[in-house]
């Protein structure tokens, strides 16, 4: 199955989020959702991330996705931006049409058609009022699907014809249907249940991986939905998880420091931190999100 984690960055991240390998500069790439930075890092440099990129962006920023214009799409509170490749946005591609003012933006990644699919969750009430959007690099959005609590933790199959798409309120991941069509998605059923899963990446033969927050865990699934492996994480609150380096068989799993008491802290000192798994699986590489017009179009 692999071996131990072992600790790839030692921080203090509020929350990890998004990561996702790069390889256009061969870096792993993440953001802190609460403090609004996005990190670039070598695997080489220093676990302390004293050589790391890192670019502060407005708070909230949930996510950031390769882009075709060699920077990226960016998830923020209630919008999509483009960045720079140096991280500087560029411009606002889309307004995010929330309910109301308590919901933000949280995971997003770019689909096999090269559209950016935005989760959402109610960060005050906490209500299943929060939606999925897909977000054209055309600038046009669509409401997928309401009714989330947290939306989270998305995957395609390799023939782009399944979604995979996780509401850790509910605990389960669900599956549907997907088309490079407007509407896109069909009806959702659950797939992986009983979990607090939270991100979520799928290698090739076809097994699961997700994070589960709150347990200090991932957990392996196998291609028809059963456990297969539990994997301990010496953190509590893991969220994001990401294949990535050349070959694609390390899995990297964010976890959290946010409501986290002082004694919890203390006892998993590492929360916040970024831990790295060799595996005997192999992942896929991030979509790209674009082409994307030019001002001028």
């Known amino acids: 199955m692999g071996t131990e984690p072992r600790l790839f960055r030692r921080l203090d991240a509020i929350l990890v989020e998004s990561i996702f390998w790069d390889d256009?500069?061969?870096?792993?790439?993440?953001?802190?959702?609460t403090r609004g930075t996005m990190h670039r890092a070598r695997l080489d440099d220093p676990e302390d991330g004293s050589r790391d990129t890192v670019v502060r962006l407005p708070a909230p920023v949930s996510a950031v996705q390769p882009a075709a214009s060699g920077g990226f799409v960016a998830a923020l509170k209630d919008r999509v931006v483009v960045l720079d490749a140096d991280g500087t946005i560029r411009r606002t591609v889309a307004v995010l049409p929330h309910a109301h003012a308590g919901i933000r933006s949280n995971e997003a990644k770019v689909d096999p058609f090269g559209r950016f699919v935005v989760g959402a969750m109610n960060v005050t009430t906490g209500e299943p009022d929060a939606g999925l959007y897909l977000v054209e690099p055309t600038g046009s959005v669509r409401v997928l699907r309401g009714g989330f609590g947290v939306a989270n933790g998305f995957e395609w199959s390799d023939d782009a014809q399944t979604m995979y798409v996780?509401?850790?309120?509910?605990?389960?991941?669900?599956?549907?249907?997907?088309?490079?069509?407007?509407?896109?998605?069909?009806?959702?059923?659950p797939f992986l249940i009983g979990e607090d899963s939270d991100g979520l990446a799928l290698d090739t033969d076809g097994r699961f991986w997700n994070g589960v927050y709150g347990a200090g865990q991932v957990v392996r699934w196998s291609p028809d939905g059963g456990v297969e492996a539990r994997i301990p994480i010496p953190a509590p609150q893991v969220t994001s998880v990401a294949f990535g380096g050349r070959a694609r068989n390390l899995l990297f799993v964010g976890t959290a420091r946010e409501q986290l008491t002082e004694q919890q802290l203390v006892a998993a000192p590492l929360s916040g931190s970024i831990f790295v798994i060799d595996t005997d699986a192999q992942g896929r590489p991030a979509h790209t999100f674009g082409p994307i017009p030019s001002d001028g179009e």
């Open 24 to 33: 256009r500069t061969d870096e792993l790439v993440w953001v802190d959702i």
């Open 166 to 189: 996780t509401d850790t309120a509910t605990r389960t991941v669900y599956r549907g249907a997907y088309s490079p069509g407007p509407e896109a998605l069909g009806e959702l059923t």
